[in-house]
Structures are given as C-alpha cells and as structure tokens.
C-alpha cells in the first residue's frame, strides 16, 4: 500500500499548519472590516441627522480638505481638524461692517 516516512508526515503538518493560520486570520480580518464597515454606516447616520438639522435652522455646511464651515443667520463659524475632544474651532472670521 502506501508508506508514508517521518518527512512526508512533518510536510503534511506545515502545509495544515499554513493553511489553518491563513483560515483563522482571514476569518479575523473579515470580521474586523466587518464591525469597521458598521461604525463607518453609524457615523454616516449620525452625521447626516446634523446636516438636516443644520439645514432646519437655516444654516449652511461647506467641507473642504479639514475643514468644516457652518454659516447661519448669527455668523460664520470655521472648524479645523479633528481632534480627540470634537471638531477645534478656529477663529470666526471679522463680523461684517454695520450698515450706515
């Protein structure tokens, strides 16, 4: 029949070794995008709930490169990067000149 010697067995162990290592990080790595998919949907959410409620009050967002602005009836204001406590503000721009 078939006669199998120390080497052949020891080759078999590394290839099963290799392929459930490969299995069980791909397995984790799925499972990684797949929670990093559902944050990033929650986020989406949540960020356009804001927008509406922005636009509701009358005010109007632009987004560039790191920037967010927020124009409104009461002034413009301009937010940098993020940061780990929220959005830093950035100085508001001059206040229009009152009307003669």
Same mark, same amino acid.
């Given at each position: ?5 120390i080497?052949?067995v020891?080759?078999?162990t $590394?290839? $099963? ?5 490969w299995?069980l990080?791909? =397995? ?5 995008m ?6 990033k949907r929650?986020?989406?959410? =949540?960020l356009n709930?804001l927008? @509406?409620?922005?636009?509701r009050r009358?005010e109007k $967002? ?5 920037m967010v602005? @927020?124009k409104?009836?009461r002034?413009?204001?301009?937010y ?9 503000r @950035? ?7 009152p009307?003669?």
């Amino acid at each position: 029949m078939f006669r199998f010697t120390i080497r052949d067995v020891l080759w078999l162990t $590394v290839v $099963v070794g290799l392929g459930c290592g490969w299995w069980l990080d791909h =397995k984790r790595q799925n499972a990684a995008m797949s929670a990093l998919s559902e944050s990033k949907r929650e986020a989406e959410e =949540k960020l356009n709930r804001l927008l @509406i409620a922005l636009e509701r009050r009358g005010e109007k $967002v632009t987004f560039s490169d790191m920037m967010v602005g @927020i124009k409104g009836e009461r002034g413009a204001a301009l937010y940098g990067a993020p940061s780990l406590h929220g959005l830093r503000r @950035i100085a508001s721009p001059n206040p229009p000149a009152p009307a003669p």
